[in-house]
């Protein structure tokens, strides 16, 4: 069966670059490449991106395999998003409906334990275009907020639309430097987590804004991250421009 590593590596090779200089181009580390060759890992929507723009080929195409006859783009300069068509639900059997939270939003305030229960709405998305997001969560695992000001900036603008994975995390299992929503003193909350191994045994809440006189990063024990109340992991978010 032809996986995404196939296509990446049989393209690569096509085009006489190696492991290193496909990284360079996408800039990532070559170890990022050999996990995708090896389909151990799945690019990110942005790599993913950048890897369809520097092998000249439709992410589509790279991602799963289909409109082989249309997987090199006409001309290296156009913009485009994906071949996609948007259907209505009714004409689309092939979506799954994602619960929106539209009045919730991370680091906002009080008042939103029980958000999960007040469903605004749902969006309809075709599941090959929450892959192309580098989702890999269970698609009736996902929950869509919102952003609400600068701590997350650039990696996540105000009002951007979130992708949370609400599946329970275990803290024993948290991917060291992946972001994640959780309750804190009564507010909904959302930092980049990194914990320490050895005997220090702390764990550092990190904003990705590089202004850290208004965004500094906040040292907490082990303990106190597992009486933090996870609501789930960042699975991706829509930046506004």
Known sequence: ????????????????????????????????????????????????????????????????????????????????????????????????????????????????????????????IDPNFLKMLGIQAKPEMLRVIYSAEYSMWPTVSPDSPLFVDITPVDTSSIINGDVYVFLHNGFLRMKRIFISYGNEKTVRLQSDNPDKNKYPDEIITKDQLNELSFVGHLESALVKP
């Not at 990532?28 to 520097?54: C, Q, R």
């Open 1 to 124: 069966m032809e996986t995404l590593g196939i296509r990446l590596k049989q393209l690569r090779k096509e085009q006489k670059l190696t492991q290193q200089q496909l990284a360079d181009k996408v800039g990532v580390s070559k170890t990022s490449v050999i996990y995708w060759e090896k389909d151990e890992n799945i690019p990110k929507h942005e790599s993913l991106m950048l890897l369809s723009n520097a092998l000249n080929c439709r992410p589509e195409w790279l991602l799963t395999g289909e409109n082989k006859e249309n997987a090199v783009p006409p001309n290296k300069d156009e913009a485009y998003i994906s071949s996609l068509k948007f259907k209505s639900s009714y004409e689309n059997k092939n979506t799954v409906s994602i619960p929106v939270h539209k009045n919730v939003k991370a680091s906002c305030g009080e008042g939103v334990a029980n958000f999960l229960e007040e469903i605004t709405g749902y969006v309809e």
